[in-house]
């Protein structure tokens, strides 16, 4: 009796939680401008990016910002380049662009041993930004042609102060081997769940979600809320940190831009140790949330997929158990699929989805991996460890 009081006491929120988040998923329009904006009316617009040995993809960024609808004049790209060993800046220096900037992080940091470089980065860029709106994307990303003209149009109609925006993986390329493939359609599936969810909460206001691969804010509330100050020793959430500062003081003016023209693509991670390190650096910032509902649905995920494992670890030793938990699997999966696919077509992954079943054995042991990693261990990044 107490293992189904358990089961119902977890999946019964998750239940409604699921539903929540489709509901603000599916009301949530696509963004169209209402009307065009001449080019004197254009806000400038200054895109910082964080670079450290990236020389395979910031060739690949810097172009794709380049061949932006955006006026040329409108914009300028700030790369600071956090200590590359690398060909990172020389291939940077290979763009003789009057809008393009390079920082060197060392001459700015006085050898300090800091515990999130990508923080001072930002910081750093920021003093030398031209532009009142800011946007921020990473050195191994690859944006849209009109994904700054979209930027810019909504936030001179929305009119709000930081902008959440939509990110995918890109696709693998031909050639690939099929444990690598099947590696990234799992990462795939798990990001466009995670990209659902921050539109959904931001939408609804419910909580603060967002990826620093496609941000926007105003340079002048970054400033406002004091940037990073008292979470910049915290590794990574240069991201949800900084929103969740920014969402205490203007709660109603965060919106998520829900466009196919602003669709970023990221690099996903090429190998399982890279892929354990990167989600235990996404998991490591949750106990520093202030934002409790946030707080609230991540343990809710986790209590939840850590009871399923021990219900299906128990089938094999009490055969009643098996049945409850067939049940509670059966139904955690359909209703995830419901809340899935409005996501899949929007990001255009539909074919995703029949991976989606297969891959749940090994989702529900990488949730409990990650969390339990994210909290207690520590993971290397860009050749650091950080605790």
Excluded at 148 to 174: D, M, N
Excluded at 205 to 218: D, R, V
Excluded at 358 to 373: D, T, V
Aim: proline share 4%.
């Amino acid at each position: 009796m107490i293992f189904w009081l358990i089961t119902i006491f977890l999946l019964l929120p998750y239940l409604f939680l699921l539903l929540y988040y489709r509901q603000g998923w599916v009301e949530m329009k696509n963004y169209v401008p209402s009307k065009p904006f001449t080019e004197a009316g254009l806000p400038f617009v200054s895109i910082i990016i964080a670079a450290r040995d990236e020389e395979k993809n910031i060739g690949n960024c810097i172009r794709s910002i380049i061949n932006q609808t955006y006026p040329q004049t409108k914009f300028e790209i700030i790369i600071i380049n956090d200590h590359s060993t690398d060909n990172t800046v020389s291939i940077i220096n290979s763009f003789q662009k009057e809008n393009i900037l390079i920082l060197n992080l060392a001459d700015y940091t006085k050898n300090e041993i800091l515990n999130s470089y990508k923080k001072k980065s930002i910081e750093t860029a920021m003093q030398f930004a031209k532009g009142n709106l800011i946007v921020t994307t990473d050195a191994d990303c690859m944006v849209p042609e009109r994904w700054l003209e979209t930027i810019a149009f909504f936030y001179k109609e929305k009119k709000p102060v930081f902008i959440a925006a939509p990110v995918i993986f890109s696709p693998s390329p031909p050639g690939e081997g099929l444990g690598v493939r099947l590696l990234k359609i799992f990462q795939s599936l798990d990001f466009i769940t995670l990209q659902g969810i921050t539109g959904s909460s931001v939408h609804k206001k419910f909580h603060s979600m967002c990826n620093g691969a496609n941000l926007a804010y105003e340079k002048k509330i970054f400033y406002e809320v004091n940037g990073f100050e008292n979470i910049d020793t915290i590794a990574s959430g240069d991201d949800m940190l900084l929103m969740y500062k920014i969402q205490k003081i203007y709660p109603h003016k965060i919106e998520y831009i829900k466009s196919s023209n602003v669709i970023v693509q990221t690099q996903p991670a090429q190998n399982i140790k890279e892929f354990i390190s990167q989600r235990i650096r996404w998991a490591s910032k949750a106990d520093k949330y202030s934002d409790k509902k946030i707080t609230a649905a991540l343990l809710l995920v986790y209590l939840l997929n850590a009871w399923i494992f021990i219900l299906g670890i128990s089938s094999f030793f009490v055969s009643q158990i098996f049945y409850l938990f067939l049940i509670a699997l059966i139904i955690k999966i359909f209703m995830e699929l419901i809340f899935l696919f409005p996501i899949a077509i929007f990001f255009k992954k539909q074919k995703l989805l029949w991976w989606f079943v297969p891959s749940q054995p090994f989702h529900i042991i990488y949730i409990l991996i990650a969390g339990w990693l994210g909290r207690f261990g520590s993971y290397k990044w860009k050749g650091r460890k950080v605790k």
